[in-house]
């Protein structure tokens, strides 16, 4: 064969091979709001910086007919490419093959990608869209996935792990998303699930629709396994392409710093936070007055939305917000928002992330639901993943401090760097209310006027311990601030820490309470 027939010959195999599952398969896919996997990799990663590798390779399943089904590539595409001229390692189902299902050679493909990506020290991004387990491959699909969740497990905190769900994601597939860091859903395309409606249904006899089961948002309001949720593939790919700036290459790097921008001049720090201590208001804009552009790039939003994580630019460089939300239960930890803020934390922390917490919460949310759900358990982990954190750590205390939760928003206590306070900072062991009725008790009932007396020591309670100047005095707090020098307080106490060293006791690892 000539030199010129071979080049011919490859090129003629390569758009062969890249057919996917064939044209029926593709417009089935098309027809249903989706991408194909080509495309995706394509739209995630710089205009054409993608190499595709392993393309011919074969399955190896030889029952069930399957040695008359060759399709190469075997149901997945690996690759590396650039994101703002960065390398970064990717593997995308392809579902138009077998259903994306998994099977040996599919398992082996992806593994050397993960592999590849951690010796190289870059993230990975994975695009699930298949059946699971690839049923006529038997154990040897099981095999893949166990192969795959220890290297999710070994790559954790050493390169961004970001798994994207744009099609079903059944089974055991769901566990290598739930290792990573970052999923994202789309609405009416994704869909997880350990059992799905048709077992449901055979055992339990309950009919439920696979969108009700584990649909985009029930994983991003109910269960909390997704972190992004987007309306279409396109916007879903943008929040990636959003994502990656703000996140460092690996643990070993910083974030890359950006041009230092002023918040927008609308977001006026002074006028967010009512008089009237018992109303409520949206803590974002307290996080929009004080970052870069006024941007902020909030994650779960949906789920447990009394707390708030995200990550914003102060001066130019990432910074990992955790925030009470007084708009959504006042604010209160409880199960789901301890273990939402506790995972950031330790995220941050992973990847040089410095954190700023913002307080506003009146404790954690007292109940028998919450402690028989576990919120001791749960609870603990924000204070585990707190005093673990290394990272440069700021506290800004904006109202309420009450009781554990003052304990376990990134107080002093815990090991924060810089802990500030508004003077409308509220610091005690528990509401001025509550306070009153336990400690005035028999006052306020022996007396002629109950009512007049609840009052008067409530004020009294207040006069004595709502205000920052108490932790002040005992320099539990560094400075108590007017709202609009935090900006300016935040910049110099980041810039202070940048090289903050702070170490632990050595040991293999912790225990948190997981
Ligand atoms: C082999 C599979 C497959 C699978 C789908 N296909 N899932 N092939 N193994 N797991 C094939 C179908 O046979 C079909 O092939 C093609 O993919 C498209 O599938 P359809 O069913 O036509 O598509 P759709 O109607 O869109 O339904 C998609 C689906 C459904 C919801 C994913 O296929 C499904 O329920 N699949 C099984 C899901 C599941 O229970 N997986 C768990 C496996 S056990 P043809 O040739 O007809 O085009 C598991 C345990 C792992 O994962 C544990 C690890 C720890």
Not at 283 to 312: P, Q, W
């Amino acid at each position: 064969m000539s030199f010129k027939r071979n080049i011919l010959e490859l090129r003629k195999r390569k758009k062969e091979a890249q057919q996917g599952g064939g044209e029926k398969a593709i417009e089935k896919q098309v027809a249903m709001g989706k991408k194909t996997a080509r495309e995706r990799v394509k739209a995630i990663l710089d205009e054409n910086s993608f190499h595709e590798y392993d393309l011919f390779v074969e399955h190896t399943g030889r029952d069930f007919d399957m040695d008359k089904k060759i399709l190469h590539g075997d149901g997945v595409i690996i690759g590396t490419g650039t994101m703002y001229g960065q390398p970064v390692a990717i593997y995308a189902q392809d579902f138009t093959v077998f259903g994306g299902s998994l099977g040996l050679m599919h398992a082996r493909k992806i593994t050397k990608i993960m592999d590849h990506a951690l010796k190289m020290r870059v993230p990975l991004i994975g695009i699930n869209d298949s059946g699971g387990a690839r049923i006529q491959e038997g154990v040897n699909s099981l095999a893949g996935y166990g192969e795959i969740f220890y290297r999710n497990t070994n790559a954790s905190g050493v390169i961004p792990q970001i798994s994207v769900i744009l099609g079903p994601c059944a089974g055991g597939a769901v566990y290598s998303p739930a290792l990573t860091d970052f999923v994202f859903v789309v609405e009416n395309i994704s869909k997880m699930f350990i059992t799905g409606p048709g077992v449901i249904k055979s055992v339990l006899g309950e009919e439920i629709s696979m969108e009700e089961l584990g649909g985009a948002m029930v994983h991003s309001e109910i269960s909390g396994n997704a972190h992004f949720f987007a309306k279409s593939e396109d916007e879903c790919f943008e929040q990636i392409k959003k994502l990656i700036t703000f996140i460092p290459w690996n643990n070993a790097q910083k974030a890359l710093r950006f041009p230092a921008a002023e918040p927008l001049a609308s977001a006026n720090i002074e006028e967010i936070v009512p008089n009237d201590p018992h109303l409520p208001y949206d803590i974002r804009d307290v996080i929009r007055a004080v970052t870069d552009n006024s941007d902020f790039f909030e994650i779960m939003e949906y789920f447990a939305r009394n707390i708030v994580i995200g990550f914003g630019r102060i001066d130019g460089n990432t910074v990992g917000f955790v925030a009470n939300q007084p708009m959504y239960l006042a604010g209160v930890l409880d199960c789901d928002s301890s273990d939402k803020a506790a995972r950031f934390i330790r995220y941050c922390d992973a990847f040089n992330i410095p954190i700023v917490t913002l307080e506003d919460m009146p404790g954690y949310l007292p109940g028998v639901d919450q402690e028989h759900a576990g919120v001791i358990r749960h609870g603990a982990k924000l204070l585990y993943a707190y005093s673990e954190a290394t990272v440069p750590r700021v506290t800004v205390i904006i109202r309420k401090a009450y009781g554990g939760g003052y304990i376990a928003m990134n107080s002093r206590h815990l090991g924060a760097d810089f802990v500030f306070a508004w003077p409308t900072a509220e610091i005690a062991v528990m509401g001025p209310e509550g306070a009153a009725n336990i400690i005035f008790k028999k006052e306020i009932d022996e007396s002629e006027n109950p009512e007049e007396t609840r009052k008067q020591k409530i004020q009294e309670y207040k006069d004595k311990f709502a205000n920052p100047f108490v932790a002040a005095s005992k320099g539990y707090i560094d400075e108590v601030i007017e709202p609009l020098e935090t900006r300016a307080r935040l910049i110099h106490s980041l810039e202070v820490s940048a090289s903050k060293v702070d170490t632990r006791p050595l040991r293999k690892h912790g225990i948190p309470p997981f």
